[in-house]
């Protein structure tokens, strides 16, 4: 027969063995409070200045060099080794050899957006517009009748280069995708599923208004704005060919409420992670194993192409930091290297909705302000296109964040049969190394104006520290 319990043991019981979630506002000292504000205000400066792939990878350029770190060949602290302005990877040697592994922390830079087509430009009922095709999973309709800003690099015909940030600065124009009033959306749009209401062909940058020369001059508004923007940047229309101008929405990351204890802004996804490896990596003073923090490209259009962590670069990296070690960095070697390396996908999950919890498994998922999110597995439905982390890693995470007191949560993204998505964590485990995915948590994830808690991001950057410097080889490694 099971004992009897009074109702005193019974609550000393429950508080032993029991699971609770554990809110980080509850457990910070007034100093680590100070610290996550302090933390947050250099964030939001990190995502002003870099709202695309390359303006981020430039800031952590920069960051990186303000911390010692240089390019390979050069004397630095750590070497920094950009890949055609849009992927990186900084390394911070430790006092083993590369050889027994690394420590790897990798995140992605792209964020959902709309990207310019290469023959944009076209007048329509006296107005000038660009044509847009939209990245990585957005809803259409959230990008209407907003401010917008263009980012984005354009190679002219002699080989040199123009880059744009037109809306961000307080004197600058800014850009919007014009919506239908409501008194003559029904037939439109109100009666329609939500994906077909809004047409991705109608997502359409409003450029100008004004006409140069008379009414009998053939796409005189048109011709107005290739004026412009000849005489401004020295640009034809058949320099579009070779642009990639990116369509983001414009103004600075904010705090939000009233206890500025939230941070809304475009591209949290992924840049919140990003932005706290490089803080963790900076913070490291001379780790026991090397430590490499990579910042993807492509991952919200499924990891394709050159910059992708699908991509051959990652061998390039390690080549890099073989060589720097003196070590022979043959192809063995590198795979050598990596199938004893250890590592967190850093990205984002969805947090808890308040006003959508139906959508949520709430015992599995996370909350706002509950710490950084590991994620044991990934993929849709039965677990499809899934990285599944093994006991034996889940453990060791475990075991370093519990020792280093980092608040964390475990989630998943949505209920099984309704959420699911991918993340970089499989393209890195196909080397053989153990990997789980470990991030922020997210509110209106993929909109222009995703929010985190300030006290989520500070548990973030605290679990790569802790993770940097105290992650080992598993015995069967």
Same mark, same amino acid.
């Given at each position: 027969?099971?004992?009897?319990?009074?109702?005193?043991?019974?609550?000393?019981?429950?508080?032993?063995?029991?699971?609770?979630?554990?809110?980080?506002?509850?457990?910070? =000292?007034?100093?680590?409070?100070? $610290?996550?504000?302090?933390?947050?205000?250099? !964030?939001?400066?990190?995502?002003?200045?870099?709202?695309?792939? *390359?303006?981020?990878?430039?800031?952590?350029?920069?960051?990186?060099?303000? +911390?010692?770190?240089?390019? %390979?060949?050069?004397?630095?602290?750590?070497?920094?080794?950009?890949?055609?302005?849009?992927?990186?990877?900084?390394?911070?040697?430790?006092?083993?050899?590369?050889?027994?592994?690394? +420590?790897?922390?990798?995140? #992605?830079?792209?964020?959902?957006?709309?990207?310019?087509?290469?023959?944009?430009? !076209?007048?329509?009922?006296?107005?000038?517009?660009?044509?847009?095709?939209?990245?990585?999973?957005? *809803?259409?309709?959230?990008?209407?009748?907003? %401010?917008?800003?263009? #980012?984005?690099?354009?190679?002219?015909?002699?080989?040199?280069?123009?880059?744009?940030?037109?809306?961000?600065? %307080?004197?600058?124009?800014?850009?919007?995708?014009?919506?239908?009033?409501?008194?003559?959306?029904?037939?439109?749009?109100? +009666?329609?599923?939500?994906?077909?209401?809004?047409?991705?062909?109608?997502?359409?940058?409003?450029?100008?208004?004004?006409?140069?020369?008379?009414?009998?001059?053939?796409?005189?508004?048109?011709?107005?704005?290739?004026?412009?923007?000849?005489?401004?940047?020295?640009?034809? $229309? $058949?320099?579009?060919?070779?642009?990639?101008?990116?369509?983001?929405?414009?103004?600075?990351?904010?705090?939000?409420?009233?206890?500025?204890?939230?941070?809304?802004? !475009?591209? #949290?996804?992924?840049?919140?992670?990003?932005?706290?490896?490089?803080?963790?990596?900076?913070?490291?003073?001379?780790?026991?194993?090397?430590?490499?923090?990579?910042?993807?490209?492509?991952?919200?259009?499924?990891?394709?192409?050159?910059?992708?962590?699908?991509?051959?670069?990652?061998?390039?990296?390690?080549?890099?930091?073989?060589?720097?070690?003196?070590?022979?960095?043959?192809?063995?070697?590198?795979?050598?290297?990596?199938?004893?390396?250890?590592?967190?996908?850093?990205?984002?999950?969805?947090?808890?909705?308040?006003?959508?919890?139906?959508? #949520?498994?709430?015992?599995?998922?996370?909350?706002?302000?509950?710490?950084?999110?590991?994620?044991?597995?990934?993929?849709?439905?039965?677990?499809?296109?899934? +990285?599944?982390?093994?006991?034996?890693?889940?453990?060791?995470?475990?075991?370093?964040?519990?020792?280093?007191?980092?608040?964390?949560? =475990?989630?998943?993204?949505?209920?099984?049969?309704?959420?699911?998505?991918?993340?970089?964590?499989?393209?890195?485990?196909?080397?053989?190394?153990?990997?789980?995915?470990?991030?922020?948590?997210?509110?209106?994830?993929?909109?222009?104006?995703?929010?985190?808690?300030?006290?989520?991001?500070?548990?973030?950057?605290?679990?790569?520290?802790?993770?940097?410097?105290?992650?080992?080889?598993?015995?069967?490694?």
């Amino acid at each position: 027969m099971q004992k009897k319990f009074t109702k005193k043991q019974a609550q000393d019981l429950a508080k032993r063995l029991s699971k609770k979630s554990v809110l980080v506002w509850d457990k910070l =000292t007034r100093a680590q409070t100070g $610290e996550a504000m302090a933390l947050a205000e250099d !964030y939001k400066r990190f995502l002003d200045q870099g709202k695309t792939e *390359r303006e981020a990878v430039a800031a952590l350029v920069s960051m990186a060099a303000e +911390n010692g770190f240089a390019f %390979p060949g050069k004397k630095g602290r750590g070497l920094c080794m950009p890949v055609s302005s849009k992927v990186l990877a900084l390394y911070l040697p430790g006092k083993e050899s590369p050889m027994e592994g690394l +420590n790897i922390i990798a995140s #992605h830079l792209d964020s959902p957006r709309l990207d310019c087509k290469q023959n944009p430009l !076209y007048e329509c009922v006296d107005l000038v517009f660009l044509k847009t095709h939209y990245y990585g999973g957005i *809803r259409k309709h959230q990008w209407l009748a907003r %401010p917008l800003a263009i #980012h984005g690099r354009i190679v002219k015909t002699d080989g040199s280069y123009l880059d744009l940030a037109i809306g961000e600065d %307080p004197d600058d124009p800014v850009f919007t995708i014009l919506d239908l009033l409501p008194h003559l959306a029904r037939k439109v749009q109100a +009666n329609k599923k939500l994906f077909e209401a809004f047409d991705a062909e109608k997502l359409n940058i409003l450029l100008g208004s004004m006409p140069l020369g008379p009414d009998d001059v053939k796409d005189r508004f048109k011709l107005a704005m290739l004026h412009l923007l000849h005489d401004k940047y020295g640009l034809v $229309e $058949e320099d579009f060919l070779a642009g990639e101008l990116e369509v983001v929405p414009a103004g600075k990351a904010r705090d939000v409420g009233l206890d500025r204890s939230l941070i809304g802004a !475009y591209g #949290h996804d992924d840049r919140v992670c990003a932005y706290a490896s490089a803080s963790a990596l900076f913070a490291q003073k001379t780790p026991r194993y090397g430590c490499l923090a990579l910042f993807f490209d492509k991952e919200e259009i499924g990891s394709e192409g050159r910059t992708s962590a699908k991509s051959r670069v990652l061998e390039h990296f390690v080549e890099q930091v073989l060589e720097a070690a003196g070590v022979d960095a043959s192809g063995r070697n590198v795979r050598k290297c990596l199938y004893r390396s250890r590592a967190l996908s850093a990205d984002v999950n969805a947090a808890l909705d308040p006003d959508y919890q139906d959508v #949520h498994e709430k015992q599995n998922a996370a909350r706002m302000g509950y710490g950084v999110c590991v994620t044991k597995f990934t993929g849709s439905g039965g677990k499809s296109g899934a +990285n599944d982390a093994s006991a034996e890693y889940m453990g060791q995470v475990r075991k370093i964040f519990d020792k280093n007191k980092v608040i964390w949560q =475990t989630g998943e993204l949505g209920k099984v049969d309704i959420g699911g998505g991918g993340t970089i964590a499989k393209f890195l485990a196909a080397w053989g190394m153990d990997i789980v995915d470990c991030g922020t948590a997210v509110l209106s994830m993929h909109s222009p104006f995703e929010i985190v808690s300030k006290a989520d991001l500070y548990m973030t950057r605290q679990a790569y520290s802790a993770f940097f410097a105290d992650c080992a080889p598993m015995e069967d490694k």
